[in-house]
């Protein structure tokens, strides 16, 4: 007889989504969805708000990536008040260096809670462990040094965060213009050198280390499955500076294909001409795609695998993961990668990365740098603005309208799990032809093995639909009749 | 003339025609207000300084003291908790929304929410619909964090005219705070800076500077509303 399997929820992700797999008659895959079943409405209750309340009131869409909405919202900001990239004006160095510094930090403690926290766990005792074991309190339980060392890492993040916005979650740094203010010596002496109950730079940078190794133990030991699993194409996107290489803070957006060739390559603020989105009866989260290209030639991947697929190398100045990156780009031989496991590969790099940029930005005086803020007045306000960033799951997008009085009339953001929407789901799809079609009998295991694919992007769905709460997930099994025949429920 | 009267059982010594406030303050004995401002006339709109005197429930603002009374502050949990509610029902009223208005840190509002240890309203809030105007150059005005103490209506007016700039309309729960935006389009800089601080609350909001003061740099971050208030700094 033919089935419907649920997972409902997805758990350890950020939101709330479900999967629903369809079964024929011989237990082969007919249809498998993942389906956003959450809804928040900033875009709309932002609007009649004072434009410069935004960046303040958006960043709370998530507690993960706040910093990355912030800058989002900020870089809008700096184009309306007339001061931004879309009139050419450069930001000032200070200003610059201080809004790279959260947002670096704030890559750090978000990809570390996302590969340590969540996806770890599978690494080390298997997607068929049993689910007691498999989540952070059996890591703990498993290597307790390993986690002591995880929770000193994403602690020095969120200080460097704070350091810099004046809040752990959800501060204020920067302003239409620029920041509010410049790193202190102390504070950055603290970073660097670390304090009781603080780690130390070079601690950080260590530590980022152990968790790449963490990831080539894993891949080495389980090679085969970490390389067959869901292998689904893409095209690849990310924010690109001047030496074609990854910037996080503002660049083109670069699309490249399987042989990295460029696709598409655009200035942010025409997005709207370049980009159309789907929408799904079943689901909250848009389908966003290239118009040229339609909706599946044209869906794109964005986050730590798109990065590094789309990036020619890295900065001399971030020796440890510039090596890291070059053996990683060995691994497929000068093709993009569209192993959805080293997204895992991918975002260990983007941590060692980030401790590395950082490192930069610590031992820049230009930190300490007195001009903050670009002056402007009302006869250069224009009123709209687009910011775009490399957040940690990939290509974040603010877009907001202001009349002349300052309120906000339109707000649009497309987030980077939107942007995976697609992907995701062929993901979900490859994952259940695989592990469950054909199957007789379900295993708690194989439904993981679902989930596994999901978390691998670190979704955020409650970035992605703009809505409230934890992440759990539901995956359904349906008969041909549409029947529900099996369900997991988180 | 000097007199005597006892604040919280504290025999204290004070000159006929001050108010409460000032006394208690001069003895080291906070008392909250979010309308009264030191050296202007007395408003009593808020009631956030309710004490009780002589057993009964008053303004401290608009009370002057008397030889023999006998005021309680801090002393009688009822009247304490009293406050509090005053400030929990100014909260469920308007629409305050702290995470992202730009006089936080900077608001007496919730500046007295913490001083008054307020968690969450025991009132249910009104969510009342209320409608911004940001029609004027300088100033945003956001209606739903008015708490119509007046000051503005009050305490600024129009430097060339004496006009009033700012008023309220309607009565009880359809009243509203008004601007009248060609008089506000001719604020100097520094006035509009003034009705801005001299806002309690997030309500007027000065259009050129915003979130300038970093988190933990700003006014009450820096020194508690308390404090500034007994070293007579309120304001």
């Known amino acids: 007889m033919s089935k419907k399997l649920v997972i409902d929820p997805v758990t350890r992700i950020e939101g709330h989504g479900k999967v ?28 009649g708000h004072p434009y410069w309340e935004a960046p303040m009131l958006l960043q709370r869409i998530c507690g993960i990536c706040f910093v990355s909405h912030h800058l989002c919202g900020a870089k809008a900001l700096d184009d309306i008040v007339g001061v931004g990239y879309s009139q050419g004006t450069p930001m000032l160095p200070t200003a610059e260096k201080m809004r790279r510094l959260g947002h670096y930090m704030q890559q750090l403690q978000s990809h570390v809670t996302a590969y340590f926290y969540l996806i770890v766990p599978e690494m080390l005792f298997g997607m068929d462990a049993a689910p007691e074991q498999r989540n952070v309190l059996g890591l703990v339980e498993a290597d307790p040094d390993l986690v ?82 869901a292998d689904v194409p893409a095209l690849n996107m990310c924010l690109v500076g001047d030496d074609d290489n990854v910037d996080y803070y503002h660049g083109k957006m670069r699309i490249v294909d399987k042989n990295k060739e460029i696709v598409t390559e655009l200035d942010y603020h025409d997005y709207l001409e370049h980009f159309s989105e789907a929408t799904e009866e ?41 090596a890291a990156l070059e053996r990683f780009h060995e691994y497929t031989k000068g093709k993009a990668n569209d192993m959805t496991l080293h997204t895992n ?15 930069v930005l610590l031992n820049d005086p230009d930190l300490q740098k007195e001009q903050l803020v670009l002056a402007y007045d009302q006869s250069m306000w224009s009123g709209e603005g687009v910011g775009v960033v490399e957040a940690p799951r990939g290509t974040l997008l603010h877009h907001y309208r202001a009349n002349q009085e300052g309120n906000i009339t339109f707000a649009n953001l497309v987030v980077a799990t939107t942007q ?62 549409g029947k529900l025949v099996n369900e997991f429920i988180r | 003339m000097s007199i005597k009267l006892t604040i919280d ?72 908790d009293m406050r509090k509610a005053l400030v929990e029902l100014l909260f469920s009223e308007g629409n305050h929304n702290c995470p992202s208005c730009e006089k936080s840190g900077r608001c007496e509002l919730q500046a007295t929410g913490y001083e008054v240890d307020m968690m969450v309203s025991r009132f249910p809030y009104r969510f009342t619909p209320r409608v911004v105007d940001h029609a004027s150059k300088t ?20 430097e060339r005219t004496g006009k009033k700039i700012f008023s309220i309309k309607g009565r009880g729960t359809h009243s509203s705070i008004e601007i009248d935006a060609e008089l506000a389009n001719d604020m100097t800089p520094q006035q509009v800076r003034y009705a801005s601080d001299l806002c309690p609350v997030g309500c007027i909001i000065d259009k050129t500077q915003g979130y300038d003061d970093p988190i933990g740099q700003r006014k009450f971050e820096i020194k508690s509303i308390k404090d500034r208030a007994l070293e007579k700094e309120h304001r």
């Open chain 1, 420 to 481: 995976n929407n697609t992907v995701m789901n062929r993901s979900v799809r490859s994952v259940a032809e695989d592990y469950i079609g054909g199957n007789a009998e379900i295993t708690e295991g194989m439904m993981n093995a679902i989930e596994v694919s999901i978390r691998a992007y670190d979704p955020c769905l409650s970035c992605a639909t703009h809505a409230a709460g934890q992440m759990p997930l539901v995956v359904s099994v349906l008969d041909s009749k």
């Open chain 1, 282 to 322: 079943w689901s909250y989260m848009k389908f966003p795609f290239l118009k040229a290209l339609g909706r599946e030639e044209g869906s794109v991947r964005v986050g730590p695998l798109a990065r590094v697929n789309v990036t020619k190398s890295y900065s001399d100045s971030t020796p440890l993961a510039k």
């Open chain 2, 9 to 80: 059982g504290k025999e204290v010594h004070a000159r006929s025609g001050e108010n409460i406030i000032d006394v208690a303050s001069q003895n080291g004995v906070y008392i909250p207000s979010l309308c009264y401002v030191k050296g202007k006339p007395c408003l009593g709109t808020c009631r956030t300084c309710s004490v009780k005197v002589n057993g009964r429930v008053m303004a401290a603002c608009t009370m002057p003291v008397a030889d023999g009374m006998e005021i309680e502050v801090n002393d009688d949990a009822e009247i304490v």
């Open chain 1, 345 to 359: 590969w991918a975002r260990a790099i983007e941590i060692l990365h980030s401790t590395e940029q950082i490192k």
């Open chain 1, 20 to 47: 629903t797999i369809h079964l024929d008659d011989d237990n082969q895959v007919v249809d498998a969805k993942l389906h956003v079943v959450e809804f928040r409405g900033f875009e709309k209750f932002i609007q």
């Open chain 1, 148 to 229: 002591k060392r995880v929770v000193a890492l994403r602690k020095w993040g969120q200080e460097g965060i704070k350091a810099v916005l004046g809040k752990r979650m959800h501060g204020i740094s920067s302003i239409p213009g620029g920041v509010n203010q410049n790193l202190t010596i102390e504070a950055r002496d603290r970073l660097l050198n670390g304090e009781e109950g603080l780690i130390s730079l070079d601690d950080a940078i260590e530590f980022a280390q152990d968790g790449l190794n963490l990831f080539y133990d894993f891949h080495e030991k389980n090679r085969k499955q970490v390389d067959t699993f």
């Open chain 2, 139 to 158: 100033v945003f005005l956001q209606r739903d964090r008015c708490i119509f103490c007046q000051r503005c209506v009050d305490m600024v007016r129009d």
